[in-house]
């Protein structure tokens, strides 16, 4: 009856039914800046944004909220992009020659993102045999004609190819050669020499049989195409770009010596030799080459030269300019990073007869800029998106949900403050293609992260666009060393070139001290902690108008005179004296110095008793902010916690003794194996016996725990305070309960404190007469003394307590008081609950032991129901060293799900990700990029967009899937599933047709087939492996098969098989 009675039973389908009404992984969208970005593309008509990386990414921008992305299948670098005007479609160019073409698609009247055809160019010799002509070399410049039917290829090699871009197919017959144009050049011009690769393609906006040349060598060379001859030509230097003025009277070429030249085209002898004017803007030293050169026309007549680099070599060689040059005003935008491209934002309607510039985008290794070119001093115009998030490095972030509307304005309003709008309406944001059909979100979410130069930046996380709100600086209450530097490097700036600084990307950090490691927020009371890394902490209140005041500073030794430690790593940030002025935003009231000065690292806040509480590898504090006065210092040192002495910037820890400890705990490690060895053969002898007797029979087998060896109390650096928790809760016993502050160490260490809270703190922010008292009311000391992660109190019906402020003002359920309390200590190996006052233990996992990681980060996180509006699961979702997210109920601690989110190699993504109360998370893919995934299958952020886009008559559709297919891997490297499209290399991919009907619907992928495909550490790409029994499999029956493969169209049929002759 006992066997019975315990055995497990098996999954209930209820419950699993309620799992997928609950849980569902999506990795929905990318926020900020692409890492390392490589080309840009402008879509005048229906104004969208490309931009192309390094890895392999394009990612299309609109309107805020208006996002595409892709990826190529191969990481190769996006070298170039083209728009086809008005079609929703972009030609890419790979760095391994390959050509790709993109849609857009509706599905559902939402669009995604596809790759239709790609070409890979072909290299054997001889491939227009008529002519004879060379290879196709490596493509260098592509420029789409006739409306985007065809595309001309220039290759280093001179040649120019034609494509046709409906197809990717090369048209046979066209190619235009060197020695087909030296034919029209000068017999002393040629000498020779080959005229070099083709640098530059440019068409003629009203003719498009005209086409533009420019050679490596100089040589310019306007080509009718139709008559197959040259209409003029002009010599001149070496070539680097080419412009062709609207109107096509004018040329424009930069050179590599610095200088452009103006050449027209209507008028003079051909060949030109002499252009009508040619100037180096920043001579007559040497000077840089102009990488690209843009004319653009004006009514006035005073036109636009705009143009990157040119700088004169040996005082400004290093610096990343971009020049804009309009009659005598010149400006030199100055940059912190490396020019990537740029473009115009003007008229491209054939019909008007000037350009008339709207506004200039640059694009940089780091950032973008824009600038209104019709407002005078051509002001920068904010970024609703696509703001660099690592404009200082991370350093730390955290999210606030559910933020009330009055300090959502509050803080909006002083954001504004900062960086004021110019008074003229034109220069909003001219990307503003496409529609967000996203519903307005029903609650606010702020996204903080801490900079390495001591700031603090707000972003909305409410929707698809990561909006910048508001910046602060702690900066400014310290003296830092670099003042005198910079006031030295001002003087010493030359008036000329006329430098302008554009952009907010700063790498240099003025002092590594500022350094920003923990923030907290009251939503309620408009109250912040900042921490930093020289053990600064401040309590920062805002306020909505500029003030001028003095900051109290209070210092804290956490060490309480303990002999035998001495600090040898940074001395402490010194404050400014004295009243100092702050402008309307947060602005500090307390600054709290920890001695010794060593980084924050767990800070928490409870604005309702007007208490702050934080750690450092030393111990933790306790600090009134309302009286400005200590209430405890608690040291947590081990006796051989020396590394902790010598902080994280100290140049002098000991390598000889770092050795030496490793080298112990090898030989205890062999020592303690041995033994085991010894003392567990006659148990495996019996085991294997065993094995024998039992055969080959199917046994069912508990899962095996891994043993898990308890950790040293001399491990270095055990006395890492790792988490702080407020919680008013039984602590003394089980009829009184009262506010308590609870603390974990990297020992796995558990103190509780009881709290004596004068009641007048709660009433107002009037100073109480009485001080908060704290008396030690629990010590838990974790068995296998993993560090503690994270504490959370549990109220009588199993629900994590409120936030301060949400139960006394009605926001939030009142928790129960009448049951019994228990508290949740999360470590790196396991959870457990343990019942309150008594602390015994009353359930657990083993993380560790069952699943063979540890735990990095923890979270109570709300999941509400897809299927009924009013049911909602409060769980413990937690990130693992593998990456690995899993859900675990609360408080019985039992695994609902798990999935593969971060690649395990991506450690500082691991480190970064932050989880939100509604079952969301960020973590950071790259230095300025932040990918949001979720976990609940009701909260969603993704997006949700459409775009009108305008399809030729005689086009015909490119891709031929109709359903949305998964989300695309990442720019990182995040596995996920790439359907294969359309192959015009070659080799064509079977049944490329046939994938169409394989792609099953998006409502039959289970949590499980996703994350079966998710976790593969390779893109998984399985069309080329199907066969034509596969797809009878699947079809359920062959007549149904055959049936649709004869409804297949021939001509769609010869496309999947056409071959490049």
């Not at 054997?124 to 008529?130: L, S, V, Y």
Request: hydrophobic share 40%; aromatic share 6%; with cysteine.
């Amino acid at each position: 009856m006992m066997k019975f009675r315990f055995r497990r039973q098996g999954a209930d389908p209820q419950r699993e039914k309620l799992k997928q009404e609950l849980f569902a992984f999506h990795k929905t969208v990318e926020h900020g800046f692409p890492n390392q970005p490589s080309a840009l593309a402008f879509d005048p008509e229906l104004r969208i944004m490309a931009i192309g990386t390094r890895s392999g990414a394009i990612k299309i921008y609109g309107a805020p909220g208006v996002e595409f992305t892709g990826l190529h299948r191969d990481a190769a670098t996006v070298t170039q992009m083209h728009f086809l005007p008005g079609q929703g479609r972009v030609l890419t160019l790979l760095d391994d020659d390959s050509l790709h073409l993109w849609e857009i698609v509706h599905h559902d009247s939402c669009a995604h993102l596809e790759e239709a055809l790609h070409l890979q160019a072909p290299s054997r010799p001889g491939f227009d045999g008529a002519s004879g002509l060379p290879s196709l070399a490596h493509i260098t410049v592509v420029l789409l004609v006739a409306v985007g039917d065809m595309a001309a290829l220039g290759t280093e090699s001179g040649s120019i190819f034609f494509l046709d871009v409906p197809t990717l197919t090369l048209l046979e017959g066209q190619t235009l050669g060197p020695d087909e144009v030296l034919r029209s050049v000068p017999d002393d011009y040629r000498c020779g020499k080959a005229l070099g690769p083709v640098e530059s393609l440019q068409g003629h906006l009203r003719d498009p049989t005209k086409i533009l040349i420019g050679y490596s060598r100089g040589l310019l060379v306007i080509w009718n195409q139709a008559a197959r001859c040259a209409e003029r030509i002009f010599l001149g230097n070496q070539l680097e770009s080419v412009c062709w003025e609207r109107s096509g009277h004018t040329v424009v070429s930069s050179h590599s010596d610095g200088s452009y030249a103006i050449w027209a085209a209507d008028t003079g002898d051909s060949p030109t030799v002499q252009p009508t004017v040619a100037t180096t803007p920043y001579g007559p030293f040497p000077c840089k080459a102009i990488n690209k050169v843009l004319w653009r026309s004006c009514a006035s007549g005073e036109h636009f030269v705009i143009f990157s680099g040119g700088m004169p070599r040996a005082s400004y060689g290093d610096r990343h300019c971009v020049s804009v040059l309009q009659a005598e005003t010149l400006v030199t935008l100055d940059f912190t990073s490396r020019v990537i491209d740029f473009f115009t934002v003007h008229s491209t309607r054939p019909e008007d007869e000037f350009d008339e510039p709207q506004a200039l985008a640059v694009l940089l290794e780091e950032e973008l800029v824009v600038l209104d070119l019709q407002t005078p001093g051509w002001p920068a115009v904010p970024a609703p998106y696509l703001a660099p998030l690592h404009s200082s490095a991370i350093t730390c972030s955290a999210h606030v949900a559910n933020v009330p509307a009055k300090l959502w304005a509050r803080i909006v309003s002083a954001g504004e403050q900062q960086s004021p709008q110019p008074a003229s309406g034109a220069s909003s944001w001219p990307i503003t293609g496409g529609r967000n059909l996203a519903q307005e979100p029903s609650q606010r979410g702020l996204l903080l992260t801490g900079h390495e130069d001591g700031t603090v930046r707000f972003w909305d996380a409410s929707g698809v666009a990561l909006r910048p709100l508001y910046k602060l600086s702690t900066a400014g209450l310290f003296q830092t060393d670099c003042e005198h530097a910079d006031s030295l490097a001002q003087a010493a700036e030359d008036d000329w070139p006329p430098f302008r600084k554009v952009g907010c990307f700063d790498p240099y950090s003025d002092d590594p001290r500022l350094g920003v490691q923990k923030v907290a927020l009251c939503k309620y009371t408009a109250q912040m902690i900042v921490a930093g890394t020289a053990g600064q902490v401040l309590v920062l209140e805002l306020s909505d108008t500029p003030a001028e005041q003095a900051v109290g500073v209070a210092s804290l030794d956490l060490l309480q005179d303990r002999e035998g430690f001495t600090w040898k790593g940074h001395e402490r940030l010194s404050p400014r004296l004295g009243p100092l002025p702050w402008p309307a935003g947060f602005q500090p009231r307390a600054l709290i110095q920890c001695l010794p000065p060593a980084a924050v690292t767990a800070v928490t806040l409870h604005a309702e008793w007007g208490l702050v509480a934080f750690g450092t590898s030393h111990g933790f504090g306790l600090f009134d902010y309302l009286r400005r006065s200590p209430v405890l210092a608690r040291c947590t040192l081990h006796p051989s916690d020396s590394l902790a002495m010598e902080g994280p910037l100290s140049r002098v820890k000991s390598l000889k003794k770092s050795l030496r400890q490793s080298f112990r705990r090898i030989r205890k490690s062999r020592a303690s194996g041995k033994k085991r060895m010894v003392a567990g053969s006659k148990l495996q002898e019996a085991n294997a016996q065993l094995a024998e007797q039992a055969g080959p029979q199917d046994v069912e087998v508990t899962p095996v725990q891994r043993r898990i060896e308890p950790r040293s109390a001399d491990d270095s650096l055990s006395g890492v305070v790792r988490c702080l928790y407020f919680a008013d809760t039984f602590l003394r016993d089980a009829a009184h309960h009262g506010p308590t502050m609870w603390a974990g160490t990297n020992s796995g260490s558990v103190f509780a404190y009881a709290l004596e809270v004068p009641a007048a703190v709660a009433g107002g922010e009037k100073r109480p007469e009485r001080a908060v008292e704290a008396v030690l009311g629990k010590e838990v000391q974790l068995m296998h003394r993993a560090p503690v992660v994270a504490i959370a109190v549990l109220d009588g019906r199993g629900r994590p307590l409120p936030e301060p402020y949400e139960a006394s003002r009605d926001l939030a359920q009142a928790p129960d008081m009448q049951g019994g309390h228990a508290v949740l200590i999360a470590s790196e190996e396991q959870f457990k609950v343990f019942t309150l006052p008594k602390v015994s233990a009353k359930t657990k996992f083993k993380l560790t032991a069952h699943e063979g990681c540890r735990v990095r980060k923890v979270a109570l996180a709300t999941f509400a129901s897809v299927a009924c509006e009013d049911y909602a699961e409060t769980c413990l979702a937690c990130l693992t060293n593998l990456g690995d997210v899993h859900v675990f109920s609360v408080p019985g601690l039992r695994p609902q799900v798990h999935y593969a989110c971060i690649r395990k190699e991506d450690i500082s993504g691991i480190a970064s990700c932050v989880f939100t109360r509604h079952g969301q998370g960020f973590y950071l893919i790259s230095p300025s990029e932040f990918e949001r995934f979720s976990l609940s299958a009701r909260n969603i952020t993704e997006p949700l967009c459409s775009l009108d886009v305008r399809w030729p008559c005689d086009a015909t559709r490119v891709s031929h899937r109709s359903r949305e297919s998964p989300k695309l891997s990442q720019a990182n490297g995040t596995p996920g599933i790439i359907l294969a499209p359309q192959s015009r290399d070659g080799s064509p991919d079977p049944i490329c047709k046939e994938a169409d009907t394989l792609e099953p619907p998006e409502a039959m992928l289970s949590p499980m087939s996703i994350d079966s495909a998710t976790s593969a550490d390779t893109t998984l790409d399985t069309t080329g492996d199907m066969t034509v029994e596969d797809v009878k499999d699947f079809l359920g029956s062959s007549e149904e098969s055959e049936k649709n493969l004869r409804n297949l169209s021939e001509e769609e049929a010869r496309a999947c098989a056409i071959l490049i002759k």
